[in-house]
C-alpha cells in the first residue's frame, strides 16, 4: 500500500487526474490517495472545496487499474479557520491552500509513512521507488529545492514532495512548530519555510525524485512541473503544468507523459459529458 497526500480545491481536478494516471499507470502497488481540501470562499469566490462528483470520478480512474485504489476526500476547513483564519501568511505567493499539509499531524485518518506531492508532479517511473526509502529515523525526505538551495541555504528544500514519518513528526511536533510560524512570521515561501525552519532530521535525496527542470530524464521519478526561472535570452519565469499538453510539448519539450496525457483527454472528455448529463438531468 502506498499513501498519497494532495491538497487543493475544486481547480485541482485536472492536476490530481494526470497525476493520479501517471501514478496507477506506472506501479503494481495498491494506491491509497487523501485529498484535503476546504472551502474558503470568504477570500476568494473560486476557492471551494474539491466536489464529491470529482472524487468520485477520481476513484473511477483510478480503481480502472486497481480496484482496491481508492481516492479519499477529508475537509479541513474548520481545522483550517482554527489554525490559520486571517494569519500573517494567509495570502501568500501561493494560495492558502499550499497550507492544508501543515494540518496532516491533527487528522487521524492519516497513517504513520504518506507520500505528500503537489498537485503539479507526475510519475515518470514507479513511485514505489520513493515510498520504500526508508525515513525511520527522520521526520522526512525530501530533495532540495533547485534555486533556493543556492541563494537561501544549501540544504533549503523543495516542500512539493514529502516522503512523511508521520509518527516521528508528531513526536518532535514539526508541524505543530510550523503552524506557529505560520501564525507568527511572514514568510517569503510561507509552508515551506515553516517546514524548513521547524525541522529536526530531514534525509535529503537524490533529484531523480523531484526533478524540477529536466523533464526528459530518463532516470527521474517524480517530475515536478513547478515554475522555472529562465536567464537567456532575457530574465524571465515559465510555469507550464501538465495538464497545459501544448506548453509542454512545444515550450518545455516534453514527450516523456504523452502517453498518460492521452489518456488524460479521454477521461476528462468522460468526464466533462458527465456534467453535461446531471445538468441536463438538473
Given at each position: 500500500m502506498?499513501?498519497i497526500?494532495?491538497?487543493?480545491n475544486?481547480?485541482?481536478?485536472?492536476?490530481?487526474?494526470?497525476?493520479?494516471?501517471?501514478i496507477?499507470?506506472?506501479?503494481k502497488e495498491?494506491?491509497r490517495?487523501?485529498i484535503?481540501t476546504?472551502?474558503?470562499?470568504r477570500?476568494k469566490?473560486e476557492?471551494?472545496s474539491?466536489t464529491?462528483?470529482?472524487?468520485?470520478f477520481l476513484n473511477?480512474v483510478?480503481?480502472?487499474?486497481?480496484?482496491?485504489?481508492e481516492v479519499?476526500?477529508i475537509?479541513v476547513?474548520?481545522?483550517?479557520e482554527?489554525?490559520?483564519?486571517?494569519c500573517?501568511n494567509?495570502?501568500?505567493y501561493?494560495?492558502?491552500?499550499?497550507?492544508?499539509?501543515?494540518?496532516?499531524?491533527l487528522?487521524?485518518e492519516?497513517p504513520?509513512?504518506?507520500?505528500?506531492?503537489d498537485i503539479?508532479m507526475?510519475a515518470?517511473?514507479d513511485?514505489?521507488?520513493?515510498?520504500?526509502?526508508?525515513?525511520s529515523?527522520y521526520e522526512?525526505?525530501?530533495?532540495?529545492?533547485?534555486?533556493?538551495?543556492v541563494?537561501?541555504w544549501p540544504?533549503?528544500?523543495?516542500?512539493?514532495?514529502?516522503?512523511?514519518?508521520?509518527?516521528?513528526?508528531?513526536?518532535?511536533?514539526?508541524?505543530?512548530?510550523?503552524?506557529?510560524?505560520?501564525?507568527?512570521k511572514k514568510m517569503?515561501?510561507?509552508?515551506?519555510d515553516?517546514?524548513?525552519?521547524?525541522?529536526?532530521?530531514?534525509?535529503i535525496?537524490?533529484?531523480?525524485y523531484?526533478e524540477?527542470s529536466?523533464f526528459?530524464?530518463?532516470d527521474t521519478?517524480?517530475?515536478?512541473?513547478?515554475k522555472?526561472?529562465?536567464?537567456w535570452?532575457?530574465?524571465?519565469?515559465?510555469?507550464y503544468?501538465?495538464?497545459?499538453?501544448?506548453e509542454?510539448?512545444?515550450?518545455?519539450?516534453c514527450?516523456?507523459?504523452?502517453?498518460?496525457l492521452?489518456?488524460?483527454?479521454?477521461?476528462?472528455e468522460?468526464y466533462e459529458e458527465s456534467?453535461?448529463?446531471v445538468e441536463?438531468?438538473?
Amino acid at each position: 500500500m502506498i499513501n498519497i497526500l494532495l491538497c487543493g480545491n475544486i481547480k485541482v481536478f485536472d492536476g490530481a487526474l494526470t497525476e493520479l494516471i501517471s501514478i496507477t499507470n506506472k506501479t503494481k502497488e495498491t494506491i491509497r490517495c487523501y485529498i484535503f481540501t476546504m472551502d474558503l470562499s470568504r477570500i476568494k469566490y473560486e476557492y471551494k472545496s474539491i466536489t464529491n462528483n470529482q472524487i468520485e470520478f477520481l476513484n473511477k480512474v483510478v480503481k480502472s487499474k486497481n480496484i482496491d485504489n481508492e481516492v479519499i476526500k477529508i475537509d479541513v476547513t474548520d481545522l483550517y479557520e482554527k489554525e490559520f483564519n486571517k494569519c500573517k501568511n494567509e495570502t501568500a505567493y501561493c494560495t492558502p491552500y499550499t497550507l492544508l499539509r501543515l494540518l496532516a499531524d491533527l487528522v487521524p485518518e492519516i497513517p504513520d509513512k504518506v507520500l505528500y506531492l503537489d498537485i503539479d508532479m507526475m510519475a515518470a517511473d514507479d513511485i514505489s521507488k520513493l515510498y520504500s526509502i526508508d525515513v525511520s529515523k527522520y521526520e522526512y525526505a525530501v530533495v532540495k529545492e533547485k534555486y533556493g538551495s543556492v541563494f537561501i541555504w544549501p540544504d533549503y528544500i523543495n516542500a512539493g514532495m514529502l516522503l512523511l514519518n508521520m509518527k516521528k513528526i508528531r513526536e518532535t511536533n514539526l508541524l505543530e512548530k510550523a503552524r506557529n510560524l505560520i501564525r507568527t512570521k511572514k514568510m517569503l515561501f510561507a509552508d515551506q519555510d515553516a517546514i524548513y525552519r521547524a525541522t529536526t532530521s530531514k534525509l535529503i535525496i537524490p533529484r531523480i525524485y523531484n526533478e524540477q527542470s529536466k523533464f526528459n530524464k530518463k532516470d527521474t521519478v517524480i517530475c515536478h512541473f513547478c515554475k522555472r526561472l529562465l536567464l537567456w535570452p532575457y530574465p524571465r519565469t515559465e510555469n507550464y503544468k501538465q495538464w497545459n499538453i501544448e506548453e509542454v510539448h512545444k515550450v518545455l519539450k516534453c514527450h516523456t507523459f504523452d502517453t498518460d496525457l492521452e489518456e488524460y483527454k479521454k477521461w476528462k472528455e468522460e468526464y466533462e459529458e458527465s456534467r453535461e448529463e446531471v445538468e441536463i438531468y438538473e
